[in-house]
């Protein structure tokens, strides 16, 4: 079953302009994680926010994390055509034991020069 | 450089036939895991191991099996009982004894069964 969704499927943007996915869980987490994958290549592993965060910066990327809501953005700013790919959240659930990620099914960005 | 090898990239097989995909890693990664993906879709878990010689199943594992016999080393078979093996398999380790380290990827391997 996929625990995280996220939201928009795709994202068209310009050059430069400023990127924002959501992604919603269901159950409790120790933490979230946001990934990269370009077309036809592996994965990427690009920021991990745990459960008593609320926000984190890396670079051009922000990550906010709302346990009440069962929720999180990731913000790209000032895009580039480099930035064009598929964006994953993936949760790392409380209870597990086994430490399994559990993927959303991604966000499809666009950057157009 | 440290990293996770999948091979081959692509791989074609007749459908009936047994294949066997090969992920290899020079991270010293106690777990590894198998992954699943669909065209637009996210990953699904098909099986893990936390460490060697042993392993569990995930959320879509009939059809596979999978060996851990080395730590380096996690091979996936895609056996002919699997109905639509078609896909993007993702190979990835992680450091065991923490939840909040991420996953390393290969770089997958494409598989077409006709």
């Known amino acids: 079953s996929q625990q995280g969704e996220e939201d928009p499927q795709a994202l068209s943007i310009q050059e430069g302009e400023n990127a924002t996915m959501n992604c919603s869980y269901k159950t409790s987490i120790n933490n979230l994680q946001w990934y990269r994958q370009n077309s036809g290549r592996g994965l990427v592993h690009l920021i991990l926010i745990r459960s008593n965060e609320r926000e984190k910066h890396s670079g051009r990327l922000r990550v906010t994390l709302d346990t009440s809501k069962k929720s999180s953005s990731l913000l790209i700013t000032a895009s580039r055509a480099a930035d064009t790919a598929s964006y994953f959240c993936a949760t790392d659930r409380v209870g597990q034991g086994a430490q399994k990620l559990v993927f959303g099914q991604g966000t499809r960005l666009t950057i157009n020069p | 450089d440290g990293g996770i090898t999948q091979s081959p990239k692509y791989l074609f097989r007749k459908e009936g036939q047994n294949v066997t995909l090969s992920c290899e890693q020079n991270l010293n990664h106690d777990a590894m895991y198998w992954y699943r993906q669909d065209p637009g879709q996210g990953l699904r878990l098909i099986y893990y191991?936390?460490?060697?010689?042993?392993?569990q199943k995930g959320d879509i594992a009939e059809g596979y099996s999978v060996s851990r016999e080395k730590k380096e080393s996690f091979p996936l078979t895609v056996t002919s009982a699997q109905k639509n093996p078609t896909a993007f398999y993702l190979c990835?380790?992680?450091?065991?004894?923490?939840?909040?380290?991420?996953?390393?990827f290969g770089n997958g391997t494409r598989l077409t069964v006709t």
């Open positions: 191991s936390q460490i060697v010689n042993d392993f």
């Open positions: 990835a380790s992680r450091s065991q004894g923490s939840y909040n380290s991420p996953l390393h």
